[in-house]
Every structure is written in C-alpha cells, then in structure tokens.
C-alpha cells in the first residue's frame, strides 16, 4: 500500500514570494491534515480536511495561508507571501477519520527555507 | 486545552540494551489517545503505538512498548533490545477521542542516540 506522498521535498524561497505544496493521501483515506514543524519542536496542525470540507483551520494564519483539497482526495497548500519565520517542515498526514484509535500517518514533509 | 511534556532533549543508549523516553499529559478530556512517532533524519513521522486511555492494558508493538500510568498522567515509551537504525527523534503525542478537532497535540520531542 503505498504512503502519503508530497512533493516537493526541498524548496527555498524568498521572502515575499510564493510558494505552494502538494499532498496525495493513502487511498481511501477520508481525512487529511497539514501539520507545521519548526525546527526543534513538534508538528502543529495547520488544517484539516474530511473528504473537501474543512474541519479544523483554527491555526492557519488566513492572511497568507491558504489550503484546498479538490475532489476531496489531493490536497495544495499554499504561502503567499511568505516571511522568514515561514520557515519549517510540512507535513501531510492522512487517517481513515472516526474517532477511536484513530492513526495518521504521514509523508516525508516538504522542508521550506525562506531567505 | 490539551498539553505533551518531554523533559529529555537527548538520550543515549548503548546497543541492545532497553531505553525508556518520558511523555506527561495534561488534558480535560474525559477519553483520549496517546501516540508515540519516530522521526529520523529523512523527517518523515513513523507511526510506532497507541494507547487508549480507558485500555485496560498496556499497548506493546514488537520491541515497543508503552508504560500508561493514568494516575499520574504519564505515556512513557520503553524500547526493548536498542537498535543502531532506532537513532531518532521520538515524539509523543495525544488528541481526544470523543468529538472535538482530531489533531494530535505533540510535545518537543527527544532525541535518541544508540551507540555501538
């Protein structure tokens, strides 16, 4: 069974320009969630998805931050324009949903550097 | 609001032996899940074991094993016969089980190092 692919893997950007991040979830999988991980802490979740619609986006800065998932099955997240402290790992995960014993399980990240 | 509290930045072990890495929780909610994750270098999070918090036993998963002290709200994870690929960095993590958002809350993290 294959994993939560993202892409890219590496980008590095200036500040103020835009960047954009794509997550392909396990198949099947109904939720999807963007977590943030600066360097040296653990991940915070950004969003979160069930099927389209947006459960959770409570700490996504709106201002500049932007997230979809068309179809209800990939999903882009988007920075426009970043600032430095944008800097950090994206992480894709993706659950089956429900809630006991609910596992998520993630991509490698995206590892953003904003200069 | 739901807290993770990892007290070892870093950790050293020797190969083979057994090695146990702290997690204390704080939350109000009355049902909840601990997680621990891997992280190596590569940064992807390996899912390793979950705990509920109304099991009546404590979750074990081959070499991993979870040391669930609910009184005193601790998740602690105990890895058995330390191998050199378990270098890493360990996360704990938890989220409610009952309504609510399903994102997992995560502590800082501990750095695990097995030497040869």
């Known amino acids: 069974e294959a994993g939560v692919a993202q892409s890219p893997r590496y980008k590095i950007i200036e500040k103020r320009q835009s960047v954009a991040f794509w997550c392909n979830p396990i198949?099947?999988?109904?939720?999807l969630y963007w977590y943030q991980q600066i360097l040296g802490q653990g991940p915070k979740l950004l969003i979160q998805?069930?099927?389209?619609?947006?459960?959770?986006d409570s700490q996504l800065p709106k201002d500049r931050f932007s997230a979809e998932r068309l179809k209800g099955v990939d999903s882009t997240l988007k920075i426009q324009p970043a600032k430095l402290e944008d800097s950090a790992v994206y992480l894709c995960?993706?659950?089956?949903?429900?809630?006991?014993?609910?596992?998520?399980?993630f991509g490698a990240g995206t590892r953003l550097s904003v200069l | 609001a739901q807290k993770i509290t990892q007290t070892q930045p870093g950790m050293f072990v020797q190969e083979k032996e057994a090695v146990t890495l702290d997690c204390t929780y704080d939350?109000?909610?009355?049902?909840?899940?601990l997680f621990w994750y891997k992280q190596p270098s590569s940064g992807e999070m390996i899912f390793l074991i979950y705990?509920?918090?109304?099991?009546?036993q404590n979750a074990t998963e081959g070499r991993y094993s979870l040391n669930f002290q609910k009184a005193r709200k601790s998740a602690n994870l105990v890895i058995s016969a330390s191998q050199l690929g378990d270098s890493a960095m360990y996360f704990c993590?938890?989220?409610?089980?009952?309504?609510?958002?399903?994102?997992?809350?995560f502590g800082k993290g501990t750095k695990l190092t097995v030497n040869p």
């Open positions: 939350t109000s909610d009355p049902s909840y899940g």
């Open positions: 198949s099947g999988h109904a939720t």
């Open positions: 993590a938890m989220r409610p089980t009952q309504g609510g958002s399903e994102k997992l809350v």
């Open positions: 998805f069930q099927n389209n619609g947006v459960v959770d």
């Open positions: 705990q509920g918090s109304y099991d009546q």
């Open positions: 995960a993706s659950s089956l949903g429900g809630a006991q014993g609910n596992i998520q399980y």
